[in-house]
């Protein structure tokens, strides 16, 4: 599925190769039956917020925008297993890499030993008693 910016070129239709935003301006009941009817075409949530704001006399139907969303949440649930960063993917098996440990620069089980050694002047009386 491809998700469409403002200056993406329409690559199906009557208007193919035409920029999402110069359809938009024209003929927005085009945009929206599209959401409705082709599976392949969704436009990322800031893209539309931009047009919104740029042409605030167009409006999408619920019917387009609910579409819209949900083919959106659908690429979200196929790709929960990767991350996009600056065109730079990461995968769960990435993620097992960073040892949170080296973060730290303590291991898990060293997190009571400052409080152990701050303990170490303590008078244990009891322990004489043996």
Partial sequence: MKVYELN???DFG???GKTLET???TDPGYIGACLETEDGFTIDESAIQRLFEKYPEHELSTK???ANLDKL???DMENDDDFEFEDEAFDD???EELDPKEKKGKDDDDWGN???EENDN???DDSDED
């Fill in 73 to 75: 949440d659908g690429m």
């Fill in 64 to 66: 387009a925008i609910d």
């Fill in 122 to 124: 303590w008078d244990d």
């Fill in 8 to 10: 993406t070129p329409l």
């Fill in 93 to 95: 098996d990435d993620l």
């Fill in 14 to 16: 009557k208007y193919e």
């Fill in 23 to 25: 359809v938009f301006e």
């Fill in 114 to 116: 400052d409080l152990e």
